[in-house]
C-alpha cells in the first residue's frame, strides 16, 4: 500500500465555514449603521433599492473580511480567540478564501452601482481597498496606531447609505464618519486591555502592548472628549433635531464618564479583572446603537 | 452514550452531504441575485 493511499483525502470545505469568513457578527453593526445612514437621509428612498444598497455594504464587509482572513491566517492560528476560524484550523486552502473575498467584494461595487450609482460604488470600492490593503496589509503589522486608522474602514457604512440615498456627499454623512472614525479607538482599546495577551502572542502592535497600559487608559479618554463634541455637532449645526442632541449629549457623557474611570480609577482589584474596560467596552456598543437610532428616530419625528 | 454515537462517520457520506450543502447554498444565492436583478430593474424603470 502507497504512503498517499494512507493519508484520508481532506473534505470539502463547508458552505457554514464560508459563511463565517464573512464575520456575520461585525457585519449586524455594518448592516445597522449603513441602514441609519440611508434611513436619515432627508429623501424617500426606493424599498428594492435601499435594500440593495444594504446588500451591498454587507456583501462589500464580507469580502473585505474574507480577504483580512486570508491575509491573517497565520497570525490568527496564534490566538485563542481566532484559532478556530476556518483557515487557521485547516477547514479550507487559502486560495479559496482570498477568491471567495475577491468576488463578494466585485459583485457587491457592481450591484450597488448598477442599482444606487456609482458614487456609492465607488465609496464602497474604497472602503474595501482601505480596510484589505491599507489597515490589514500595511498598517495593522507596522504601528500601535492601526486601529485609529482601521475605524476608516468601519466608519465608511453609514456614509454609503446616505450617499446610495441622495447621489451626493455633503457635510452628514462626514460627520456620520467621524463620529464611527472616533469611537473606535476607544472601543477596541478598551477590549484591548482585556484580551492583551492574545495580541501579544499574535505580534500585534495593540496600543496596550506597545504604549502600556497608562498610556492607552489616557488615550481613550482623549478620544472619548473628542467624540462628544463631534457626535453633537448634527444637532449643533441643526442637520438633526432636538431628540437627537439629547440622546447624544446623554450617551456622550455616560461615554466619557466610563472613559473617566478607565482612564484614572485605579485599584488592585479593579486591574485584576478590568472592570472599568469591560463596562467602557460594553457600553460603547449600546453607544453606537443607541447613537445612530436616535439619528433614524429624529428624523421620523421632524418627518 | 450507546454503540451508534461512537461510530465514525463515514468519509464519503460526509464529503456528499458538504458538496450538498453546498450546491444548494449556491443555488439559492444564484436564485436570490436573479430575483434581486429582476426587482432592481423593475424599481430603476419604474422610478
Known sequence: MSTASAQPIPLPTDWRDFLSLTKP????????????????????????????????????AGGSAALNQWWEADLDAKMKRTANRPLPAGRMERSSARDFGVILSVLSVLILGLACGWLAAGVLAFSIFYYAVIYTIWLKPRTPQNIVIGGGAGAFPPMIGWIAATGEITLMPVLLFAIIF?????????????????????????????AGHQSTRRQ?????????????????????????????????????????????????????????ERRLFAFSVLYLFALFAALVADRFIAG | MNQMDQTPPDPEAERKRIIKGRNNALALLLFALVVLFFFITISKRVG
Open chain 1, 25 to 60: 457578527r461585525v457585519m449586524s453593526l455594518v448592516i445597522f449603521t449603513g441602514l441609519c445612514g440611508l434611513l436619515a437621509a432627508p429623501v424617500s428612498v426606493d424599498p428594492i433599492l435601499g435594500f440593495t444598497a444594504i446588500l451591498c455594504i454587507a456583501l462589500g
Open chain 1, 220 to 276: 481613550i479618554l482623549v478620544y472619548a472628549v473628542l467624540l462628544l463634541p463631534i457626535a453633537l455637532a448634527p444637532f449643533l449645526l441643526g442637520l438633526a433635531g432636538w431628540f437627537y442632541g439629547i440622546s447624544a449629549l446623554l450617551l456622550g457623557a455616560m461615554f466619557l464618564l466610563l472613559s473617566l474611570k478607565v482612564a484614572t480609577f485605579r485599584t488592585a482589584q479593579n486591574d485584576a479583572d478590568m472592570r472599568a
Open chain 1, 182 to 210: 472616533f469611537w473606535t479607538p476607544p472601543h477596541f482599546w478598551a477590549l484591548a486591555l482585556f484580551v492583551e495577551t492574545d495580541y501579544a502572542a499574535a505580534g500585534i502592535p495593540m496600543m496596550p502592548v506597545v
